[in-house]
Structure formats: structure tokens, C-alpha cells
């Protein structure tokens, strides 16, 4: 990209994100994600040996590979999954991109997203025999549903932003206890208050069926709020804020930032995406609130650590374990290894992306790389 | 005739694009006081890194009481019986004295089960009492002086059997009488047989407490000379290795009204304690107010007071005329108030940004570089570069992560920023502290600029020959408090020393306010 | 807060169980009786008994922090315990299983594998035959403590001991993975945590379902209970104290002597220097990456003591679902540790007062209340918050988090 060549305000933007250490970094999650799958692959090896089967090895990791990452290109449902998961991906990974970058660390991206599905799929409900027929009224509830995911995501991390920000709780343990206040509290008011008649699962009825969208939608959606977001970080003043409190607090506070505001705002900001990807989840994946609600949260955190919490990070790592996603069902129906490697892995990725130092001695081991 | 207590032969350190220490040699006799004397980047701290086991020298042979040694840690240079009691203090804050000194070391009983209490707290007693320390072996560390917790250092490095103490710039946090204090100490373990080196970059405390003093300038020993045959200009030369001039040339300004102003302020600091307790004053337009006081007196509080990054219990703050006590950071900054912080690598710069970025460091929302919050980044960066050439800020790349950059060159550039607001009022706290002599003239030719251009200006600084030479009136903090407001021409250095350390002598010729206008 | 109204906040546990009797003893007709009627015995001895891995948890979570390494993996720590404790009993005892014996040998196997690792590390000495002594001597004390285990009880309990054992040093290596990640290699001690976590969560399920097909696994032998011979016939107390499971004994002990070590010992004087200023520790001549690793070690150990506790002491089975049975019991431990000021006697309280909130949770359900199930649920980690909100910014030593560099050349 030839940043003389683009518009000033962008070619400014885009000069702030690609600095000297982003190659680096870069190399690093690269580095990382392959030493995790790496490692999964050997996991998945020696797991093969305790399994139940006639062979020593019951658990082929190539075959794994090949499920985990190109079942898109030969199997339709999986590469359907695979859309599915990336665009909810992308909303949860730039939600906890969003958190770290203000230095916080929100976990509750998973909680946020169920109470925002919740609203979501309350509101289209509740709106969709008002709405008009046809697609404007589809795009007005789906409108509605959304909005108020946002805003239910928003206020519940708005939450621990508070407690934060003038209690000085620590926030990780904050919003991990409230993912599972989450769960619990809408299970309850789905089970009491908006349970579908009839039906076995605690579940609410379904949304109207003009308010629902495909994958396609749903990922352009999800880039159209990455460079959004983007662009707030790295070309308003209030980006600005936000990540130099990310970064140095102390010179936060001198550049006149408001900690306290800026603790609750971004954590709302983080929760109100991390909401919108929950109605993304109701309208786009289930047509209604069920309980069970999928690990999107937690795997948001994956991505966002794989990106650098950098949003087009995002782009690419959400994608990639949207990917590994879909394909743990088919690991698990077709070769019968438990889907949960998908999970160890996520460990795995995180745990290598934040040790760089591993990957520098690797480096400087192997001769690559000029001195620093 | 008794072998010298240290002889440094050769040594030489190098490290990555910088010579430390160039075959550097030094003789130090047993039982004196020694002073190692040189500027900001001499080689000093290096070069007794090097005796203290924490450097290995690139070449050059360390020799202690007639004996060549290898440290390899700080553990074999106490085990030689050489003692290090650094700048920063190595105290565990919330454990006592006993446990501090002894740790490491502890007399165990039970077979090694537990720490044996009362015997530790018998040996630190009686060695307080060998050497004249008055401590008490169960008090908190965190409860005591900076004074009380230097000897606690001292008394530490003698429970190791430290027969050589090196001393990293012990008075830079002392008032003037605690450096008394610590002078007597000196000559206690003298008396014992114990040799001092210490290291200071403060001439009138070397020709008073040593006996010797080695110079070093730019890695290099510049010479050794007895104190009782040198006098300060001689040594200051061979420190910086030109003539020194002490005097800046300052044109008489004619106040205006009220610049900034501080109305019995109390400010409490993070403990809960007063800092600041009831400070009035006054800053005129076109005047150079300055405040000098050892660090710890309530001026870091006071700064951030007026500056609005802590909110004072009581008391007003006063903006040109405005009060503006109930005004956020953010406000101040578009009144008009600029601010060289203190801390230049935790405030005044954010180390990950390039110098563009940190060009903006309050000032992101400033019509200048932004239209309703969207930053205009073109503008940004030609902002910094202007402030990059004005300022001779090496490398002259707007586009270099602040931490690439030499400290001098950071504070340079926060100065350069603040200078360029042109500013109502200016609060400047050690604006000069770690830049090479050749910028601090600079820089404070630029602050008297502001000072001609009708800017209020606070300068709160330690290094009294700056504060006095630049200021039109000079306030003295101690414990909170302005003790008094002097005329820096007129005032002496003992009646300075004297209000530093809360006393108040007679006949201090004060300064009277200047400004016009409504007080 | 200060320390008088933190020390009101935990007291208030204990207080509140006495006046529960009381009300229960008094007016036990009226509603508010019924509700003290919770209350009684058996109650208060599962909450000691749900606190053992809360306690442990936060007991670890002391040695770690007060040595200046955040170990927020705690509850991944937890499931690794609970897990491998089952695993290995039922390895032992299962419908294939291969006996004692076998328990053993892979006992001396993990011990020797912890010995080399640390040995590889540079933590078990200076000279070799420093190396040899401790680990050697850590292996063959290990293997005896097995043995005579399983000499002095019958073959099945014998299995179930094993299995403890074995679980505590699995643990202990998850925690020694940890802290070579964040002491060698200099990462993020919150995220490594949080990695640690993570991967935990998944990998007790998927070995689970490999070994056994479901994430559930089957029963084991539980330890049963100790009684004391004569204590356990004190009135009230007896049936409370001295009749329980072999970790409720644990936990009772542990708790003195981790504050024992941390106050008295020269090791607790290093843990706490190195977590406030390490650079002291340091230059006194002490390592302080061995600290450091030491604590580590210890909160993985404690860990794997709460967790196998949790799975072996009364369940008998590994719940893989969800968010396993462990189910955040390590982040409330780490509020325990919080709220008791790192002091192994208040985060003791602490774990009690949570213990006893859980207890009361699952006696509600019992009782069939009004209210709704999955409401009660919340209510432990809705007090969790709420004593987050209140203990506010505690004196966390000064180096946690940090990492330490010796200036080496």
C-alpha cells in the first residue's frame, strides 16, 4: 500500500499502525499460532494412544489438520460454519481487542454477548408484529434487535468498568464472575418469563423470519465495524486517549484524560460490540435465544491475542479460528477426536503469543534477524 | 606500609555504542573518605558497579586490600568486604530494620527451622552501637526518614562485614542537615578503620567531606587531587572540561498582574498525609518563580496541585486571574497552562509512541491538529519536527519511539512541547534534570523567553545554582510549607541551607511580590 | 478498607453461622427459623469441607503474589488436580485396572520427571551433588510416602491416595510450565494465566473423552473420612472437626503453616522481599528466580491438593461439563486471597465465609425456596463482586507483576 497515494487522512492512519515492531509482532503470532497447532497435533497424537481402538496411534493429526483447516474449501456446511463463526468472531475479537488496547482486561466478552443475545432476541420479538411487512420491516427489527443488544452488552460491562474505575475491583475477576451470573440470570428469565411453549429446551420463541440474514451480511457487518473502529482508535482524539491509558496511565492523567471516564466508557464501548455480536449470534445463527450459549467469548480473546489486539489483526485471526471452529464438529464426528483440541489449542495460542521472548531466542538461536 | 583498601588498575567497560569506563585507574587509602567526582554520564556509577561485583570489566584488574579478584556477583565483593549502598535504596519497606539488615543472612535456631529473632535483633543493636547509629531494630522501615533509611543501608552493609562502603550519590535526597549527619557518620567509620568512596556530582560537598577526590569526564580519569589543594572552580573545570559560566543573563521585566497563583493550599499525597500543607503564592506575568526545597517536601504535590492531576483538600488555584481549583487537567491545558513534569519517562512522553504522536500529548484535541476530535496527522507531524529542529532534538526524526532517544533529548522535547503552547503560565519541575550542560543553556534561555513574552512561570528545581540564577523571587518548600520568599541575588547559600532545612535564620533578604494588579 | 473493617467483613461469616443457631435454637417456628435452620451441623461441615479448594487456592495464590508472580491460573490449577486425581484412581482401580503397584511406578516416573525439570533449570542447586541430594532425595521421599500409604491402608484407598499424590505433582508441573513462561521468557503473567486457564478448561474434557468417551467420568474411591478417636465425640464440634475428610485436615493444617513459613522462616522473609523488592533480595545474595519458582511450585502444589481434594474427597467422579466441577473456585479463591489481605488466616476466613455461601446455595435448592435455582446460584459470585467492590485497592506487594532481571553481563 502506497501511503502517498491514499487519501491524507487514512495514509496518516495507516502510518501509525504499520510501525517498526508490527513485523515483529506479526512474525511472533505466526510463530505462535503454528507452535500451537504444533503442538495440538502432538497432543492429539499422544491422546490417540489412551483412546479406546485397535491400533496403538488411534488419532491421525494430519487427518486433524486437514479437518481443522481446509474442510471450508471441500465441505459446504463446514464452509458455511466457518462464515458463521468468523463473523461472530470478528465481533468478539474486536471487542476484547477494543478492552486491551485501554488496558483493560474485559473476560466478560462471553457474558456480554448472552445478555445482548437475549435483548436482541426479546427485542425482535417483541417488535416484529408492529414492524411492516417485507424486507424494510426486516431490516427495522433486525435495526431494533441490534441496537439493543449493543446497548444491554454495553451496560452489563459498563458494570465492572464502574467497579472498576471507582472501586478499584480488578476487573478480570469481576467479569468472570459475572459471565457466570450472565448464564444463570438469563436462564432463569427465559426459563420463567419467555419460554417457548412446548418445546423441551429452555429456549425463547423465534425471531421474526425477515429479521434474519446470512454469514455474507453478518461478515460485512463485522469489517465495516473493524475499520470503524480502526479509524477511531488511530485518527480521533478520543482513540487517542483511549490507548495512551492502555498504555502509560501516568501519561493518560497528563494529557488531561478523565481515568475514571475513560475505564467505564471503553469497557462499555468493548460490551456494546461484544452485545452487537450476540444479536449477530440470535439473528444470524439461531434465529433465537437457546441456552448453550457457544464459547464465542472466550475464543474473542484468542483472536484478539493473536491479533495483537490490533482490529485488522482481527480480520485475519478471526477467520482463522472461525475456521478451526467449524471443523472441531467435524473432528469429532468424522475421526472421533473430542472436539475440545479446538480449546486446548485456543490455550496454547495464547500462552506462546505472549511469550515473544521464546520466539526471539528462537530466532536469534536459528541466526534470523539483524540486532535490535 | 599498609596496602591501599581498593586499587582499580585499567579498568575498562564497554558496553554496546558506549565506553563506560576508558582504563580508568584509582587508588583508594584505607581509613579515608574518597570522592569520585564527574558529571551525568561520567563513568562514575559504572566504575564502582565494577568493584561492587554487579559489572564485569571488559578489561583491567580490580584489586582490594592487596588481592586481585573476579567478582562474579555482588556476593563475592561482600565476601571481599566491599558494601554498596545505592542511590535507590534496597530496603523491603513493610519489614523492620532487623529483618532488612539481617536478610540474607538470617541466624536461624531449631536446626535452621526458623529465624532466630531475638539473636538478630542483639546483633544489629550492638552493631548500631559500635558505630553510633541511633536505630530502632523493630521499627517498620516504611515509618522512617529518607535519612534514618540511608543508615539503615550503611548499617547493613557493615552487618556483612563490609570493610569498604561505596556510596551512590548519598546526598541527593538529604536536606543539609541530614548531610551533616551523614558526613559525621563519614568520620565515625573512618575512626574505625572503614574506607569511604563515595560518589557525587556536588562540588562543595566533595571539598568538604573527602580527603581525595578522583574526577572522571566521558569514561575517563581526568585526575586525582587532594581536597584540602583544590578550590571548586578548578575542580568544576576538570569536571566539565571548559570554563564554566555560573551566571545567565537575565533583562529586568516588568511584572504584570497575576500569572498563576496558589491560595492556602492543603494537599494530601497518596497516603492520606499532607504534602502541602497551606502554601500561598503568587507568580507574576513575566515572572520567574522558583521553588527549591529537597525532594519530598511537598513540591511534587504542590505541582500537581496547580497543574490539575490531584485534587487539593482545600485552597484555591488560579489561572490569570480565573480560579480554576474545580477545573479538570483537560481544561488547564486549554487555559493555557503548560507543564514540564517531573517524570519524564512515565509522564511527559509515552515511550511507545513515535516523537508525532507524543507531540500531541495534550493537545489531541487542539484546533491546531484536530477538527471535532479527528486528528489531522499531517499537521501533527510537522508540529514535532518543528519542535525537533528548534530544539536539536537528536536523532531528528519525528518519526523515533520516544524510548530511542537519550534522556537529555526526551526532556528537550517535552520542553520544546510545552515552550511551543506559548503558554499563560508555565510550571516547569526539574526541567534540566539529566540533559548534557550545553542543552540546559539552552533551555534555560528559552524559559527566560517565555519569561520576556509575559509568561507566569514556576520552576521548581534542586539544583540550586539553576534555581537562584533564573528566578526573580525565590520560595523555599520545607515539609509542606513556603518557608519564606527570598531575593535569589541577595540570599546565601548557608541562609538557603538553613530554610531548606525548616530553620529560619535572621536577616534573610526577602523578596517582595511584584506583581500588579489585585493580590 | 482499613484493617479493622476488613477484619469485621470476615469475622462476619463465623458470627453469622452463630446467630443462625442461635435464632434456629430459639424461634424455630417462625420463617426466620426456618431459614436458620439451615444451619446446622452437617452445614457447617460442608462448608469447611466446599472451602478446601477455595482455601487452597488462595493459599497458593499467596506464596505466588507475595513472591511477586500473579498467578491467575489458579483455577486451571484446580481442574488439572481434580482431573489427573481421578484419571490415576481410575486407572488403578478401574474395570481394567492395573493395581497398586503400577501406581506406584508412575509415581516415581512424575517425580522423576519433576526432579529433572527443575534440575534442568538450575533450581536444585549450584554443584552436582547438591542436584543429586535434592532430587534424588525429593523422589525417594516421594515414592516412600506412597509406599507406606499403601502399606497402612487396603489396596482400593491405597489407589486413591496415589492418585492424590500423583495429582498434586501434575499440578505442581502445569504451575512449573507457568513459571518458566513468565520468569524465563518474560510473559505477561495475566495472560500467561489466563493461557493456563484455558487450556486447562479444554484439555480435562478432551482427556476425558478420550479416555472414557463423555466428559463426565466414572466413579472412583473417595478417601472416606477420618474420626478421631476421642475428639470426634465432642458435642457440636466433634461431628464438625474431627469426623471429616482426609483435605478438610489439610486445609486446617495448611493454613497455620503457611503462615508459620511466611512470618518465621527465612524462606518466608525471602518471598516477601522478593515480591516487594527484589533487587534487595538480590543483592543480599539470595536467588530470587529460585524463590520465585519455589512459590510457583507451591501454589501448583496447594492447587493440586484443593483440586484432588475437591474430585476424590466426597464427589468420586470428574464433571468435565461446562465450566467443570471446579466452576470458578479459583477465581474466588484469589478474591479470598483479596479480601484476606494476603494472610493465610484471612484468606482462610475468607474461603470460609464464600464456602459457607455455596453451602447455603445448595441447601436452598434442597429445600425447595421460592426462589428460582438458577438465581441462588448466582449468589456466591454475586458476593464475590460485592467484596471485590469493597476491599478495593489492597496492599499488593510492590513487584507483583513485574518481572525481575539480575543485571547480568
Redesign the interface.
Known sequence: MNPDRLP??V???M??LV??SAGERLIVSVAALLTAVLLGGV?TLV??M???CSALFCYNPLAVYRYLFLAPLFDSFVLQQTLKNSALLLFTGLAVAVSFRAGL?N?GTQGQLVLGALAAALAAIRVGPAAPEGAIGGVLIAGVAMVAGAVVGGLYAAIPGA?KAY????E???T???N??AS??A??LV??YFQKPDSGSVETRDVPAAARFGPELALLLAVVLVLLMTYVLW????G??LR?AG??P??A??????AKRMVVTSMTLSGAIGGLGGAVWVLMSVGRWVNGVPSLG?DG??VS?LASNNPLGVLFAGPLFGSMQAGSLSIDFQLGV?R?????????V??LV??P??FR?LGVRWGMGGDR | MTAPAVDLRQITKQFPGVLANDEVDLTVDRGSVHALLGENGAGKTTLMNVLYGLYKPTSGTVVVDGQERTFDSPRDAIDAGVGMIHQHFMLVEPMTVTQNIVLGNEPRKWGGLAVDREQAREAVAELADRYGFDVDPTATVADLSVGEQQRIEILKALYRGADVLILDEPTAVLTPQEVEELFEVFDELTEAGKTIIFISHKLSEVTAAADEVTVLRDGKNVGTVDTDDVDDTELAELMVGREVLFDTEKSPVDAGAVGLAARDLVVEDDRGVRAVDGVDLEVAEGEVFGVAGVDGNGQSELVEALTGLRTPSSGRVALGGTDVTDESRRQRIEDGMAYVPEDRQARGLVMSYDLTENGLLGSQRDPQFADAGRIRWDDAETHAEEIVAEYDVRPADAGAEARSLSGGNQQKFIVGREFAREPEAVVASHPTRGVDVGSVEFIHDRLLDLREQGAAVLLVSSKLDEVRSLSDRLGVMHDGELIDVVDPTEVTEEQLGLLMAGERPPDVPRAAVRAGGDA | MSALKRFGLVAAGPLLLGAALLIARLFPETAAGELASVVDGPYVASALRLSVPIAFAALGGIFAERAGVINIGLEGLLIVGAFVGVAVAHWLTGDAGVGVGAGLVLLFVVAVGLAITGAALGLLGDSLGEIALRGGGGVVATVALGGLTAAVTGPTLAATWIAFYIAVLVSAAFSLLFAVVTIEYRADQVIAGLAVWLIALGAAPFASNVIWGAVNSPGVDTFGTWTMPVLSQLPAVGSVLFDAEPPVYFVLLATPLSWYVLTQTSFGYWVRASGENPKALDTAGVDVRRVRYAAVLISGMFSGIGGAGLSLGRVGSFVGSGTTMVDGRGWIGITAMLFGNYNPFGAFGASLLFAALDALQFRLQQLNYAVPDSLIQTVPYVTVIVVLALVGRTRTPDAAGEHYDSDED
Open positions: 491524507d487522512s495514509a496518516g492512519v502510518g501509525r510501525d517498526a497432543v491422546a490417540g489412551f483412546a479406546e482486561f473476560i467497579l472501586a478499584d475491583a480488578n478480570v475477576i469481576t468472570i464472575m459475572l457466570f451470573i444463570d440470570v436462564f432463569f426459563s420463567a485518527g480521533t482524539a478520543f487517542y486517549d495512551t498504555i502509560q501516568d501519561a492523567d497528563y494529557a488531561g484524560v478523565d472466550f480473546i484468542t491475542v473430542p475440545q483440541l479446538v480449546g486446548v489449542i485456543r490455550g496454547l495464547i500462552l505472549a511469550m521472548e521464546f531466542t
